[in-house]
Every structure is written in C-alpha cells, then in structure tokens.
C-alpha cells in the first residue's frame, strides 16, 4: 500500500491547477527522463534564487535578519521571560494550544496526512489538493535540507543545554533553525496560499504561531530560532507555489517525497 501511495504521489506533481482541470494520462519513459531535468532544475533555482532577488525581496530579507539580529541579541532575556510568564493567564492558553498540535512541525509524522491529501486530490479529480500536497512536501524536503546545511555550520546549542543563547560548536548544536518552525510555517503557507480566504489563515497562522512559541516555552529552542525557522518555511513555500503556477502541466517529475521510515527520498513518476 505503501508502494501505491508514493506512485500516486510522485505521478501528479507535474501538474498545475492553472493549466488543466483534470489529470493528465503519462507517459513512463519520457516521464522517468523529463522528471529527472525537471527536479534538478527545481532544486537549482531554490539553491540559487538568493541570487535574483530584485529591490523588494531583497528588502523584506533585510527585514527579515534585521528582526532577527535584535531577537538574537535579546534572546536570553526574551527565553527568560517565558519561562517566568509561562503558567499565566494568555501565555498559558498559548503553550497548551501549542503542545496540543506540536506534532504538526514533525515532517516524517505529518507526511503522510499530505500524501493523503494527494490521494483525494487525485480521486476526487481535484488538481488543486495535489498541487498543494505536493508543493507542502517539496518545500519542507529542501528546506530540511537547509536546516540540516546551517545546523552543520552553526551548531548553536539549545535553551535546555544551559550553554547560553551564544554558545556555537560545529559538532552537535541543533537548535538554529526551528525544525518544528520551518515544518508547520511551510505547510501553513502553502494552505493559506491555495485558499486566499481570511477565516482559513487566521487559525492556521493562529496554531503555527502556537507550536512556535511552543518551542520557547518547551526550552527546546531560542526565539531567534523560530523566527529564522519559520522565515525560511514561509520562503520555501511561496517558492515552490510560484514554481508550480508557472508550470505548464507538461511532463513528469522526480520530486522530492518522505520514504516509510521518515527519511527524505526521491520519487518518480509513472504512468497508470
């Protein structure tokens, strides 16, 4: 069954919403080598998309390392702060609504509720709830990938640790970025993005905001953290969003999907 999921999945997500409205028959040969081309190109312009930023976004990343360098600098005290004011009225409600859904910032638990949303999509010949599974589980791949890239760099230590907000080691610090904060702001975003609507944003951004703060109040990570966390799942998705509202529909792809055991793997499309 397992097997059978990940070939529904990794056979639609080369198509867009905005080009078709119902699924494409494949072709397996040409699928298999045009998905190959497709999923380097993809993550190349993620890995280099830093590089063509224009005035605006280049503007919002200032802002961006800006809010988090004066988070950083206050980052004990901020910690502090939360531990002290965590049982009160307001902050309470926050930590227990955070806890409650802390496992949606899990990727390798949560997958699965994505792939499940492919399977509707597909069933219900709903192109749109397959883009989105496929655009949540894209984006938190790579940024995995990013978090896994820096964590190797910096190495900061967390809250619980009890080193201090600025204790960096290259070997085992885990704490910059947020895994849960980049997991859940990826897959919010993508949602918020397919909806448009008010009423559906305000509880998704209200429960994402929750599990982070979670974080801080679990002694799990710094606020710098989160907020750098949850940046890069916000960038990751509306990346890949635009990526697949400029496709044409056209061909296979290899992409980017969570194999059985939670580990990161590659899928490839096929034809049935």
């Known amino acids: 069954m397992r ?23 494949r072709r397996p040969v040409h699928d298999f080598g045009s998905g190959i081309a497709t999923v380097a190109r993809d993550a190349w312009a993620y890995t280099t998309s830093p590089l063509r930023m224009d005035r605006d976004q280049a503007l919002v990343l200032g802002g961006i390392v800006a809010v988090g360098g004066a988070l950083f600098t206050f980052d004990e005290e901020i910690h502090e702060f939360m531990q002290r004011h965590e049982r009160e009225p307001g902050f309470d409600e926050v930590r227990r609504l955070g806890t409650r859904y802390s496992k949606w910032g899990l990727m390798g638990p949560t997958s699965k509720y994505y792939v499940g949303t492919i399977l509707i999509g597909y069933a219900a010949d709903e192109p749109r709830l397959v883009r989105m599974g496929v655009e949540i589980l894209q984006s938190q791949f790579l940024c995995g990938y990013v978090r896994r890239v820096v964590i190797g760099v910096a190495g900061r230590s967390r809250p619980h640790e009890g080193r201090g907000a600025y204790y960096f080691a290259s070997a085992g610090g885990t704490s910059l970025p947020s895994g849960h904060a980049t997991s859940i702001w990826s897959a919010v975003e993508v949602a918020r993005l397919h909806a448009d609507r008010w009423w559906v944003t305000v509880p998704l951004y209200t429960v994402a905001g929750a599990i982070s703060a979670q974080r801080v109040f679990s002694d799990a990570h710094w606020a710098s953290d989160v907020w750098f966390g ?5 960038a990751s998705a509306r990346f890949f969003h635009r990526r697949h509202e400029d496709s044409d529909g056209s061909g296979g792809r290899v992409v980017p999907t969570v194999a059985p055991n939670g580990m990161p ?3 490839i499309t096929t034809a049935f």
Request: aromatic share 6%; hydrophobic share 60%.
């Open 265 to 267: 793997a590659l899928g």
């Open 3 to 25: 097997c059978f999921t990940m070939v529904l999945f990794v056979a639609t997500t080369g198509m867009s919403a905005s080009a078709t409205d119902t699924l494409a028959p």
């Open 230 to 234: 949850a940046a890069l799942g916000i």
